[in-house]
Nanobody, 126 residues
């Protein structure tokens, strides 16, 4: 079992930055692939970024490439999402997700992740 708690959301002006954190419980964090997803009002939850258990591989949605960076600190059981050059269309609830590392893991698919945080609101004003 893994419990995830996100933090770092808030209100920011367009062009600004935020860093989200996701703290995980448990002693096996280093065995989990981690992802960030977001859901805007009236829309389905969508993939934002993901990172492999070792941190050696990362994936990004096209809409955030070059602006967002995912990273992890396995010693601190924490994954981060640095968000720069924020746009109003980035407004959403951001969710952290975890899944035990496996071969052929589908990093961008929400259904691959077994554990989810409660979400943190990010609002970008124009």
């Amino acid at each position: 079992q893994v419990q995830l708690v996100e933090s770092g959301g808030g209100l920011v002006q367009a062009g600004g930055s935020l860093r989200l954190s996701c703290a995980a419980s448990g002693r096996t964090f280093g065995f989990y692939n981690m992802g960030w997803f977001r859901q805007a009002p009236g829309k389905e939850r969508g993939f934002v970024a993901a990172i492999s258990w070792s941190g050696g591989t990362t994936y990004y949605a096209d809409s955030v490439k070059g602006r967002f960076t995912i990273s992890r600190d396995n010693a601190k059981n924490t994954v981060y999402l640095q968000m720069n050059s924020l746009k109003p269309e980035d407004t959403a609830v951001y969710y952290c997700a975890a899944a035990y590392a496996a071969l052929d893991f589908g990093y961008t698919r929400a259904t691959e992740y077994a554990y989810w945080g409660q979400g943190t609101q990010v609002t970008v004003s124009s």
